[in-house]
């Protein structure tokens, strides 16, 4: 066959293959002869800020050599991977400091001989519970196609660029097609959108500022119809008029359709700022004929070949024509022109039209006028100049009235203080907190003086100052508060649920939710548990109460997925094992680990403990007998108030932590007192039957030597438990800590088990010879049992009556104590098991390599659902790896090695098990602090409270840091952007 006379396609294929693949091996090739220029190898970046300015300027000097190797790093480009080999120690350092450099505009990378090429997708690592974190280490070197690694030639971490050489050719081209798609795609659903003021102005003006152009004074406003008549009290003055003007606040001023129908005020507007161009609008729509109008329309061509500008053509691409400005605004009559009136669209003629219209004199008059307005409005030198600097004024001073008002909401809202009294009618008595307040603040201040004068006079009628104002205000602050946590919690994303439940003064039942997150955002890392609000409930089973528990969470938008804990009291319907709420939470999301609240099974141990024994529900009747004898009677009670100087008696109560110990505190340490106190009143008292109390409780009671003895023992044990229970309740409380404390409790049991009893003896006999009682137990009458004829005849061992107390008293709650914490903290057994290896760094490092793997599998399969796992545990393994070696002597608690963490950046899996681990709750302490508030807020006097406003004083009132880092000014505009008459703030 002969030979071709020219290459066929595939020859030319392969030769240009070949050029390709040679030119990419020989690519860098020479770099190691060329000197080249900092700023040229990073063209795209600062080099100021990045730290080369170090270098920047230098001079050479020939006559000493030891500026040489200087001058020749000064050329050397420290941001590519291949020089850092080679890098002094001041060039490492800056590079260390500003980090790796990225060329964002590079999306891929040349493509290799397999047609593979890098790709800017891998700067990012995606975790296995969906997070994405930074790969700020991943480096791609200049030319070519390999990875390097910054941790062999910088220091002990990995860090990588990326660097591109696309030519300026390409740039202009992907530039050129990013803006013709752009052009094709604009205004094409425009027909379908109703646009606010703003909106259709948006992308018209991007270097402007809205406010300049008055914008603002039409924006964010809502039109109210239908609102209700009763709010008059709380409206502005403007009367009738405000219908009118709340139709115009949704016009688009700068719509031309709309220009015949524009009140004063818009025109001022309208004229100040002139008409506005849609600058991305190159070409409107074409006609039938094909043609379009087109943005060269714009520029009027003079005879000697000059350009001027047509600032009065404007062009609507909602109706597809062209308007003369200034004609169609300042027109006389009725105009043939389609200029001035429904505007003009024949393209064809387009041109020859515009020259014919700038030419007439009713158009160079109107232009005229036009730019003689929009300067006397520039120099304020309006006929309403005055009008104007009034109208100003009194908007200042409507703003300044309401931020006093709403300091007034703040302050009593956050010290839980009640509003309104019997009448809303300034200067008049019993008219309440806030209109006091608001009177005391006239007193001094000129703003609120002349708001209050203009009421007495009569000069205004909608002062602001009513009831439904001020629920408006608490509703917003409590809003933005809400808002504010919503959005703190989403960003930390996981989180735990706390709830209990208490009834209300107008007996309703009321569950409050409580939200426990970990806050990554501040340093050091916080804790944080908060209020979100009450939640008025009918159904109190478990399922009722789940179901309102998933409701809130859907209105908040939170993800009942990403709920890593749940902390509940002992209630049945709570914990329940089948029916409770966290069988229900654990069906939906296995992951939401449960936690029974550690203050409430101390108490119930405690509980257990009192009612072990007949003995011990002795010693507390005695107690409550006490306390009920002198609280009953005010004289009884001076007795005991002249007898004792340091704490009084207290009542024991089922349900309060602290009920136990306090009551038992205040006749422990004052036990002599109080006897003085029973016998004097045995010895005064008329009634025969408090006279005979008073004596059985001084003899037989608080004087038996056996009650003495049950008072030193049960205060040490109540003294233990209380300290353990008040370290529980605080908000930052951590399970690992819990475990601790509840382990060191049990301890001490242990322990006072063997010793308590002979150290109580002592103490007690000390206060029986001081109270000069005998020390001695009190013995039963031993009854002898007739025995039969054929019975056999043993002697029976007698026990003492000290070891009978000992062994049938004391013994017995201190072997019911240790039984109950191991019982009802048997939940923290299995924490510790899942958990245990986080807990402490003495802890991470004493497990071996295979403990260690085996802990961290077990840990992903707990946090595992479905087939979404939080973390992965193999990279888990090798992070703890690293990190038992690494981790500073000090940081010792988990929260100290998450901060670690998070300075360090390089242990996602890690991070991930630590915030998890520190989620869980411990206590329901934080609900319990916002029935306090409860109680203070609807309280008897104030039982028909909303809910809505209940919720609203609550939040303000328990989550107040908040309160303070709320704009104001914003607060206003939200406030003036709801009811479309309140124009007289705008």
């Excluded at 129908?261 to 507007?269: A, C, E, G, P, V």
Aim: hydrophobic share 35%.
């Amino acid at each position: 066959m002969p030979p071709r006379k020219y290459p066929s396609g595939y020859d030319k294929r392969m030769k240009k293959r070949k050029i390709e693949q040679f030119v990419q091996t020989q690519s860098g090739a020479l770099d190691k002869f060329i000197v080249r220029e900092t700023q040229d190898l990073v063209e795209n970046d600062n080099i100021n800020d990045l730290g080369l300015n170090e270098y920047e300027n230098e001079n050479v000097d020939d006559q000493n050599n030891e500026f040489d190797n200087q001058s020749m790093l000064m050329n050397l480009n420290i941001y590519d991977p291949r020089t850092w080999d080679n890098l002094d120690t001041k060039s490492r350092d800056i590079l260390v400091k500003n980090g790796p450099i990225r060329d964002l505009l590079v999306e891929k990378g040349p493509k290799d001989k397999l047609g593979r090429c890098f790709s800017s997708a891998f700067y990012t690592r995606h975790l296995s519970n969906g997070e994405k974190c930074d790969r700020e280490w991943r480096s791609k070197r200049p030319s070519g196609s390999y990875i390097f690694g910054a941790a062999v030639a910088v220091v002990s971490c990995c860090r990588f660029v990326f660097f591109s050489r696309s030519c300026s050719t390409d740039k202009r081209k992907k530039k050129r097609k990013i803006e013709q798609f752009v052009q094709t795609q604009s205004g094409a659903l425009d027909k379908f959108i109703v646009r606010e003021t703003q909106d259709l102005v948006e992308n018209s003006i991007e270097n402007d500022n809205i406010n300049d152009l008055g914008l603002n004074e039409y924006a964010n406003e809502n039109l109210n119809h239908n609102e209700n008549d009763n709010e008059n009290e709380n409206e502005n003055i403007l009367g009738n008029e405000q219908p009118n003007q709340s139709m115009l606040m949704n016009l688009n001023i700068y719509d031309p359709r709309t220009w015949d129908n524009l009140d004063t005020k818009s025109r001022d507007i309208l004229v100040e700022n002139g008409p506005i161009r849609d600058l991305l609008v190159e070409k409107g729509p074409k006609d039938k004929l094909g043609r379009c109008f087109s943005s060269a329309f714009y520029t009027g061509h003079l005879s000697n070949g000059e350009k001027c500008d047509r600032e009065w053509l404007v062009y609507s691409k909602d109706i597809d024509k062209v308007f003369c400005f200034c004609c169609k605004l300042f027109k006389n009559g009725f105009k043939k022109s389609f200029l001035i009136n429904e505007g003009f669209n024949d393209w064809m003629h387009l041109s020859a039209r515009l020259k014919e219209h700038e030419t007439t004199n009713e158009h160079i008059i109107n232009m005229s006028t036009w730019l003689d307005l929009r300067i006397r409005l520039k120099n304020n030198k309006t006929i309403d100049k005055n009008i104007q600097e009034q109208i100003n004024k009194e908007k200042e001073h409507w703003k300044k009235v309401l931020q006093r008002i709403i300091s007034v909401v703040k302050y009593l809202a956050k010290h839980n203080l009640a509003f309104r009294g019997t009448n809303e009618r300034i200067y008049q008595n019993h008219n309440g907190n806030f209109l006091g307040l608001i009177e005391m603040i006239a007193e001094w201040d000129p703003v609120m003086q002349e708001h209050v004068r203009r009421i007495d006079h009569g000069e205004i009628h909608y002062h602001y100052l009513g009831h439904s104002i001020q629920n408006e205000l608490i509703s917003m602050l409590a809003s933005k508060i809400k808002c504010a946590i919503v959005q703190k919690i989403k960003e930390d994303k996981y989180f735990s649920v706390i709830l209990d439940c208490t009834p209300d003064a107008s007996h309703q039942e009321q569950m409050t939710l409580i939200l426990r997150c970990v806050d990554i955002s501040t340093s050091p890392i916080k804790i944080e548990e908060f209020f979100i609000e009450f939640l008025k409930v009918n159904d109190t089973s478990g399922q009722g109460l789940f179901e309102e528990l998933q409701n809130v969470l859907k209105t908040l938008n939170l993800d009942i997925d990403n709920v890593r804990g749940q902390g509940y009291d002992n209630g049945s319907n709570m914990k329940g094992r089948h029916q409770g709420v966290q069988k229900k939470v654990l069906e939906i999301n296995p992951r939401a680990l449960y936690t029974p609240c550690g203050c409430h099974s101390l108490n119930l141990t405690l509980c257990d403990m009192a009612n072990c024994c007949g003995k011990a529900k002795d010693f507390f009747g005695v107690i409550q007998r006490i306390y009920t004898l002198f609280s009953h009677s005010t004289k009884r009670w001076q007795i005991l108030i002249n007898n004792i100087k340091g704490l009084t008696v207290k009542p024991l109560s089922a349900t309060r932590w602290e009920s136990h110990i306090e009551s038992v505190k205040a006749i422990r340490f004052q036990t002599l007192e109080i006897r003085e106190a029973l016998l004097q009143l045995a010895e005064t008292d008329n009634d025969s039957k408090i006279r005979s109390e008073a004596d059985s409780l001084a003899t037989h009671g608080i004087g038996n030597f056996e009650f003495l003895l049950s008072m030193i023992i049960w205060y040490d044990i109540l003294f233990a438990v209380n300290l353990i229970s008040k370290y529980l309740q605080s908000k930052d409380m951590l399970i690992d800590i819990a475990i601790d404390q509840v382990k060191g409790l049990i301890r001490f049991f242990e322990e006072y088990r063997e010793v308590g009893f002979t150290q109580a003896m002592t103490i007690a006999k000390e206060i029986a010879t001081e109270m000069e009682i005998d020390s001695v137990f009190q013995v039963k009458r031993q009854i002898r049992r007739k025995r039969q004829f054929d019975e056999n005849v043993n002697e029976e061992t007698t026990q003492s009556a000290e070891e009978s107390f000992r062994i049938n008293y004391f013994l017995c709650i201190v072997d019911q104590a240790i039984g109950s914490l191991k019982k009802r903290f048997e939940q923290y057994k299995a924490y510790e098991d899942i958990f245990g290896f986080l807990f402490g760094s003495e802890k991470l490092n004493s497990l071996d390599d295979n403990n260690l793997k085996a802990c961290c599998d077990n840990l992903e399969i707990v946090l595992k659902y479905k087939t979404f796992s939080d973390l992965d545990g193999k990279d888990l393994y090798g992070e703890l790896k690293i990190l038992r070696y690494i981790l500073p002597k000090e940081t010792k608690m988990a929260i100290d090695i998450l901060n670690f963490l998070k300075i360090r950046n390089c242990f996602p899996n890690a991070c991930i098990a630590y915030r998890i681990l520190l989620t869980i709750p411990v206590t329901v302490a934080s609900a319990e602090r916002s029935f306090s508030k409860l109680k203070l807020l609807k309280s008897y006097l104030r039982s028909t409270m909303s809910q809505e406003r209940l919720n609203g004083l609550a939040l303000i009132s328990i989550e107040n840091d908040f309160i303070d880092k709320i704009d104001v000014k914003g607060l206003i505009s939200d406030f003036v952007a709801k009811n479309a008459r309140r124009t007289i703030f705008r």
